[in-house]
């Protein structure tokens, strides 16, 4: 049996893409009889050190200065806090912001400088200590966020102490949508220090052909290219009862999960098919992370359909996967990055729901999940069609779906290789053969 660390910015039940690739691959080694630990940044203030959590030993690594800024964020995009309080707060936190510029002025650094090298400190002092008291046989370490690679890095040389270390880019780190030429070089730079000194990069196979072109080839033989997140289907969940939207029998519920970005992800084609439905029995529910001017959109929207769209802000797991599972029709909306995976599209495949994906790239890597999915329906934003047809067929779809019946067998044969134990056993035969070198 050997030891490993699981470094992530969050764990399991945390509904985001690394914690549920975490996951899967920490019940593949338990399977296997290995031990598993997770070492992950704290996700609030009211957590220990150390916990255990779902039979894990996880250690949390705190943010400092960091903390503030983010309790401040979320307190400040939750629908729960008043219109006066938020001004309080956004008062509150300019103060504080105004406070850390100060200190870091006669520090010659920026303030985001110096909240990047107090979390750097606390990370490596943490980590320094946790390598020399646990003694892992091998470190995996996730990019939510992509430091979590860099500063492993740094315990590394800190402790002197060098177990296995494999990384699992999730993110296409350097060829984000929207990054200036400034920051692209710095995170080609940041990549460089983990693809030279990592044992095994593991890499979405979206991103093949963008990590092995010219010195890359040097060091191919540390790339395995794999599919994320893993694939379950059927997907089963246990939810409470009430838990989830407030599902009507005579309307059409449709449902988007995630995060909506104001550039990377912009959303005003998805608003002109809301607004085709206006009038019909159709409800839209939106929940996860809306940015500013996305959020201004939607509340618009919402201010002219009231009765038709329904905004949730920060929902706890159970409710969003209560709510995917009681809909009608579940929405995927692309990005400006053909080469991210959303994680939620294949929960919706799981749930065996008809989907409705916006798109606005011909190569979007939800493509190839969708093209084996019968029940998707793709809408090309780039295509030169009436939106009133576009949402006429998207309802002909929909009404066509209700007769379908899929079968579990066939759907699992279809995505073979894509499923999750599929995905896992390849990915820990991988580990294991370096553990027996």
């Known amino acids: 049996m050997s030891k490993f660390f699981i470094v992530s910015g969050s764990h399991d039940p945390y509904p985001k893409a690394n914690a549920v690739c975490a996951k899967s691959i920490e019940n593949a080694l338990k399977n296997q009889g290995h031990e598993v630990i997770y070492v992950v940044t704290r996700n609030n203030i009211t957590q220990s050190n150390i916990e255990l959590i779902n039979g894990n030993k996880v250690y949390f ?76 046989d091998c470190v995996l370490s996730f990019s939510v966020p992509f430091t979590s690679h860099l500063f492993t890095y740094q315990s590394f040389l800190n402790s002197n102490y060098r177990p296995i270390w494999n990384c699992f880019l999730l993110d296409a780190h350097a060829q984000r949508a929207g990054i200036s030429t400034k920051q692209k070089q710095l995170f080609e730079l940041e990549e460089t220090i983990i693809f030279n000194n990592a044992d095994k990069c593991f890499l979405l196979n979206t991103l093949k052909e963008g990590y092995s072109k010219n010195y890359l080839k040097v060091i191919a033989d540390r790339f395995n290219y794999f599919r994320l997140p893993f694939l379950k289907i059927p997907l089963k969940i246990s939810v409470e009862n009430n838990v989830g939207i407030n599902k009507l029998k005579d309307t059409i519920d449709i449902t988007f999960a995630g995060t909506l970005y104001d550039e990377s992800r912009p959303i005003e084609y998805f608003c002109l098919f809301i607004k085709a439905a206006k009038g019909t029995k159709i409800r839209f529910h939106l929940m996860g992370k809306f940015y500013p001017k996305t959020l201004i959109t939607l509340q618009k929207l919402k201010e002219f359909m009231p009765e038709q769209i329904f905004l949730y802000g920060f929902k706890t797991r159970e409710f969003v996967l209560a709510s995917l599972k009681s809909s009608d029709i579940l929405i995927n909306i ?85 499923l999750e134990e599929d995905v896992t056993s390849e990915i820990v035969q991988i580990i294991e053969s370096q553990l027996d070198e």
């Open 61 to 136: 690594i705190p943010k400092a200065i960091n903390d503030v800024h983010w309790s401040f964020s979320k307190m400040n995009d939750s629908f729960f806090v008043f219109s006066f309080e938020k001004l309080i707060l956004k008062i509150t936190h300019l103060f504080v912001k105004v406070t850390f510029r100060v200190l870091s002025f006669f520090r010659r650094k920026t303030s985001r400088d110096s909240a990047m090298d107090s979390y750097k400190h606390n990370f490596v002092e943490v980590m320094t200590k946790l390598l020399l008291h646990e003694k892992p």
């Open 334 to 418: 692309g990005n400006n990055n053909s080469n991210q995976i959303p994680s939620k599209i294949l929960e919706y495949i799981g749930f065996q729901k008809p989907i409705y994906s916006f798109i606005r790239d011909e190569k979007d890597a939800a493509l190839e999940y969708l093209n084996l999915y019968k029940l998707s329906f793709v809408i090309n934003e780039n295509k030169d069609t009436p939106i009133s047809e576009i949402f006429d067929h998207a309802l002909a779809f929909y009404n066509n779906c209700k007769s379908e019946q899929l079968n579990i067998t066939d759907l699992r044969n279809s995505f073979r290789g894509y």
